[in-house]
T-cell receptor, first 118, second 113 residues
C-alpha cells in the first residue's frame, strides 16, 4: 500500500532556531500533501495544504511566515518551523493522497514528528 | 466541509464486538466516509472507507444507511491492541484536485481484559 515517510521522528531545538521536517511519498506521486499539528490529548488540526510547484494554502490562523512549506517535487514536501518557540512544541504529521485524488484513494499519513522547543 | 460527531470515549472487553457511530448530517453527494485509527505518538492509520451500504475488509466493517447521515465502524472481537483513538472523516475524493480532510474529536476506545 501507499507509504508516507516523515523525518525526523523527533527533534529538540533551542528557542529561536529553525527546524525542517520532511515528508516523502515513497511509492506514489503526490501533487498535494497536507500538514497537521496535534497537541496532547487533542485531535489533528489541519495547518496547510502543500501543492507541488505552487504556493501552499494555509488554514485560518496559521502563520505562513512561521510555517514555511515547500513542495518542490512530486514526492517531497517540507515544513520549516522558523524561529521556533516553546509554544510551537507539538506533534506534526503530514499526509498525502495516493493517486492525488484521482479515484478512490484515501489519505495516508506519516508517522509524525515530535518537536520540542526548549 | 461536513462536520462529524462521535462519542468521546468507549470502553470494551477483549473479545467483544465494538461499534462506533459517527454522525455527519451535512454530508455532500460526492463525499466519502473514511475511518482512521491512531495510536499515541503515531500518525493515523487507514482502516476502511465507503460511500454507501456496507463495506468489509480484513479488519473492520463499515455500515452506512441510505441517507448517509451517519456511519458505524464495527470492529469484531477487539483485543487489547485495538486500544486507540478512532476518527471518522468525511470528504470528497472524486474531484479534480485532492480535497482536504478535517478531523473531528475522535473516539478513544479502551479495551480491557
Amino acid at each position: 500500500g501507499a507509504v508516507v515517510s516523515q523525518h525526523p521522528s523527533r527533534v529538540i531545538c533551542k528557542s529561536g532556531t529553525s527546524v525542517k521536517i520532511e515528508c516523502r511519498s515513497l511509492d506514489f506521486q503526490a501533487t498535494t500533501m497536507f500538514w497537521y499539528r496535534q497537541f496532547p490529548k487533542q485531535s489533528l488540526m489541519l495547518m496547510a495544504t502543500s501543492n507541488e510547484g505552487s504556493k501552499a494554502t494555509y488554514e485560518q490562523g496559521v502563520e505562513k511566515d512561521k510555517f514555511l512549506i515547500n513542495h518542490a517535487s512530486l514526492t517531497l514536501s517540507t515544513l520549516t518551523v522558523t524561529s521556533a518557540h516553546p509554544e510551537d512544541s507539538s506533534f506534526y504529521i503530514c499526509s498525502a493522497r495516493g493517486g492525488d485524488g484521482q479515484g478512490f484513494s484515501p489519505l495516508h499519513f506519516g508517522n509524525g514528528t515530535r518537536l520540542t522547543v526548549t | 466541509l461536513a462536520k462529524t460527531t462521535q462519542p468521546i470515549s468507549m470502553d470494551s472487553y477483549e473479545g467483544q464486538e465494538v461499534n462506533i457511530t459517527c454522525s455527519h448530517n451535512n454530508i455532500a453527494t460526492n463525499d466519502y466516509i473514511t475511518w482512521y485509527q491512531q495510536f499515541p505518538s503515531q500518525g493515523p492509520r487507514f482502516i476502511i472507507q465507503g460511500y454507501k451500504t456496507k463495506v468489509t475488509n480484513e479488519v473492520a466493517s463499515l455500515f452506512i444507511p441510505a441517507d448517509r447521515k451517519s456511519s458505524t465502524l464495527s470492529l469484531p472481537r477487539v483485543s487489547l491492541s485495538d486500544t486507540a483513538v478512532y476518527y471518522c472523516l468525511v470528504g470528497a475524493i472524486f474531484t479534480g484536485t485532492a480535497s482536504k480532510l478535517t478531523f473531528g474529536t475522535g473516539t478513544r476506545l479502551q479495551v480491557t481484559l
